[in-house]
């Protein structure tokens, strides 16, 4: 196997920690270490006690148990932790595909959506966000693109870059088009917290017996240095994972399992005064857009804490972002890193004042820029 570099990796991994203002990510305000345990009400002398004993392989009873109390069907069996999401993914990609599989990945995306499933060697078959339709998913297009050698759909609503998701009945159409195949249905999660206007979306494993569903502290918890994440799935398909986790990471540290059973108990204090703040960015960030229409073309998110403008006029926004962290200042992501080079990722679930500032740098850098 062998995997492409990460583009959106490796802008960040040059300029995240020299930012001036940053607004470019898609998870929420980080909290600090004293903020998680004032909220989990987790003492120094909870801290001491633990031992650093190896861990369990599955995740620590507790932890499994309080996940699939919160978004699974109650059953801790279908539970493993990870070290983050994206570890949770890559492991299940690594069991459940095989070269030659095809599999419907969502496009633009998260390059572990895509280029992982392609790097294992599988036929990956794009299933379009069109912006000129709001990014709306096709739904009618997965008929033509599901066929007997779909072994996976891959899909994660809210989506990450766009912003967009889809509703409950959406959610039956792709469980039905998947099972007529006797495909997983691998459902990232990551944001599903995130949603202004409507509930979150149950978790696919408590709908459909081949549905796996993947969770984060990294991007509604505002925790992603704390590296916790989790898979919820036929239980089948975790005992291989952990096979492949034994040649890996082995299991999450006992540390992060011990403040992540706090934060699992204390969720709404985490998610809630985060969710609130991005329901207000939401609104800047569409006000902004709104007045410059010569210049942008936004279609509002309706989930997640990030849009993906287009730029309107500019063929490829790389030497344009580029411009605007060497000489404004501000960090966005360029819309090549997820396949949409007209665009820019912006990330609006950070500080309120950061993010006006960013726009309005934003703003008058795009207006000096030459277009096309
Ligand atoms: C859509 C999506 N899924 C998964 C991940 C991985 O997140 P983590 O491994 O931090 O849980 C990310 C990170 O940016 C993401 O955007």
Redesign the pocket.
Same mark, same amino acid.
């Given at each position: 196997m062998r995997l492409p570099s990460a583009p959106l990796e490796d802008w960040l991994r040059d300029y995240y920690f020299t930012a001036e203002i940053d607004i470019s990510a898609?998870g929420v305000q980080s909290y600090s270490m004293g903020e998680v345990r004032a909220i989990t009400g987790t003492g120094h002398d909870e801290i001491d006690a633990l031992v650093f004993d190896d861990g369990y392989s599955l995740g620590t009873p507790a932890v499994r148990a309080e996940i699939a109390r919160r978004y699974g069907d109650g059953d801790p069996g279908k539970v493993m932790t990870s070290c &983050? $999401?994206?570890?949770a993914?890559s492991l299940v990609m690594m069991s459940l595909l095989r070269p030659g599989d095809e599999v419907i990945v969502v496009a633009p995306g998260?390059h !572990? !959506?895509v280029d992982y499933v392609t790097a294992l060697g599988c036929t990956a078959r794009e299933w379009r966000l069109d912006a000129a339709q709001g990014f709306r998913p096709p739904l009618d297009d997965l008929a033509g693109l599901v066929n007997e050698r779909t072994r996976a759909i891959v899909v994660?609503f809210p989506q990450?870059p766009t912003g967009v998701t889809v509703g409950e009945d959406d959610m039956r159409v792709l469980i039905e088009q998947a099972r007529q195949v006797g495909a997983y249905l691998l459902w990232?999660a990551? =944001?599903a917290e995130l949603t202004y206007d409507r509930a979150p979306l149950p978790d696919i494993s408590t709908r459909y017996e081949r549905g796996i569903g =993947?969770g984060? =502290? $990294?991007?509604a918890f505002g925790l992603?240095g704390l590296?916790f &994440?989790w898979v919820i799935g036929p239980a089948e398909v975790l005992e291989d994972c952990m096979r492949i986790k034994d040649y890996t990471t082995l299991h999450v540290s006992p540390l992060i399992e011990l403040l992540a059973l706090g934060v699992l108990r204390h969720a709404g204090a985490f998610v809630e005064p985060r969710l609130k703040q991005a329901g207000v960015n939401r609104e800047i960030v569409k006000d902004w857009a709104a007045s410059i229409p010569e210049l942008v073309a936004l279609t509002p998110p309706d989930g997640g804490v990030s849009a993906f403008p287009r730029l309107l006029g500019v063929a490829d926004t790389g030497d344009f972002c580029e411009e605007l962290f060497q000489r404004h200042g501000v960090l966005v992501i360029p819309g090549s890193c997820f396949g949409g080079p007209g665009h820019i990722r912006l990330g609006f679930g950070g500080d309120t004042d950061e993010l006006v500032t960013g726009l309005e740098r934003l703003t008058t850098a795009l207006t000096a820029w030459p277009r096309a």
């Amino acid at each position: 196997m062998r995997l492409p570099s990460a583009p959106l990796e490796d802008w960040l991994r040059d300029y995240y920690f020299t930012a001036e203002i940053d607004i470019s990510a898609s998870g929420v305000q980080s909290y600090s270490m004293g903020e998680v345990r004032a909220i989990t009400g987790t003492g120094h002398d909870e801290i001491d006690a633990l031992v650093f004993d190896d861990g369990y392989s599955l995740g620590t009873p507790a932890v499994r148990a309080e996940i699939a109390r919160r978004y699974g069907d109650g059953d801790p069996g279908k539970v493993m932790t990870s070290c &983050g $999401s994206g570890e949770a993914i890559s492991l299940v990609m690594m069991s459940l595909l095989r070269p030659g599989d095809e599999v419907i990945v969502v496009a633009p995306g998260y390059h !572990l !959506l895509v280029d992982y499933v392609t790097a294992l060697g599988c036929t990956a078959r794009e299933w379009r966000l069109d912006a000129a339709q709001g990014f709306r998913p096709p739904l009618d297009d997965l008929a033509g693109l599901v066929n007997e050698r779909t072994r996976a759909i891959v899909v994660n609503f809210p989506q990450n870059p766009t912003g967009v998701t889809v509703g409950e009945d959406d959610m039956r159409v792709l469980i039905e088009q998947a099972r007529q195949v006797g495909a997983y249905l691998l459902w990232d999660a990551a =944001f599903a917290e995130l949603t202004y206007d409507r509930a979150p979306l149950p978790d696919i494993s408590t709908r459909y017996e081949r549905g796996i569903g =993947f969770g984060t =502290f $990294s991007k509604a918890f505002g925790l992603p240095g704390l590296r916790f &994440g989790w898979v919820i799935g036929p239980a089948e398909v975790l005992e291989d994972c952990m096979r492949i986790k034994d040649y890996t990471t082995l299991h999450v540290s006992p540390l992060i399992e011990l403040l992540a059973l706090g934060v699992l108990r204390h969720a709404g204090a985490f998610v809630e005064p985060r969710l609130k703040q991005a329901g207000v960015n939401r609104e800047i960030v569409k006000d902004w857009a709104a007045s410059i229409p010569e210049l942008v073309a936004l279609t509002p998110p309706d989930g997640g804490v990030s849009a993906f403008p287009r730029l309107l006029g500019v063929a490829d926004t790389g030497d344009f972002c580029e411009e605007l962290f060497q000489r404004h200042g501000v960090l966005v992501i360029p819309g090549s890193c997820f396949g949409g080079p007209g665009h820019i990722r912006l990330g609006f679930g950070g500080d309120t004042d950061e993010l006006v500032t960013g726009l309005e740098r934003l703003t008058t850098a795009l207006t000096a820029w030459p277009r096309a």
